[in-house]
């Protein structure tokens, strides 16, 4: 469960939510993650991510809390099939046994005060499904 920003479009497909902002130049995606201890699980999620794109750059991975859950971000830089430069985020939150997976997309040029305050609402707002 999160909070959609008035204006982002959101879809299902399975257990997977996906919310895209109006523009389209941003997306985040909510569903299952891996099974296993965060710091394993977050950086097999992160690597799949990545997998995705060349001349992946990678942000160090950070600790947050997400709700009352611990949660692992990495973030990179990469070129997609396109060659357009895309920002990522791969933010595994715990939950036993199967992690909980968020992945934020944007366009790697775009203004992070327009980006990150609605993608920060959708993040912080992510509460597990009862």
Do not use: C
Not at 2 to 7: E, N, S, T, V, Y
Not at 24 to 52: D, N, Y
Not at 101 to 121: H, W
């Amino acid at each position: 469960r999160f909070d959609a920003p008035d204006g982002w479009t959101t879809t299902q497909d399975g257990r997977t939510t996906t919310v895209t902002s109006p523009d389209k130049e941003t997306v985040v995606t909510l569903g299952a993650g891996r099974v296993g201890p965060i710091p394993m699980a977050g950086t097999l999620f992160f690597q799949e991510v990545a997998s995705h794109y060349k001349n992946v750059q990678v942000i160090p991975p950070e600790a947050k809390t997400i709700g009352s859950r611990t949660a692992l971000v990495y973030g990179g830089v990469g070129d997609n099939e396109k060659n357009t430069s895309i920002r990522f985020l791969a933010i595994t939150v715990e939950n036993n046994p199967t992690n909980y997976a968020i992945a934020v997309f944007t366009v790697a040029d775009s203004d992070p005060k327009v980006v990150l305050p609605p993608v920060n609402r959708i993040v912080d707002s992510f509460r597990p499904g009862t």
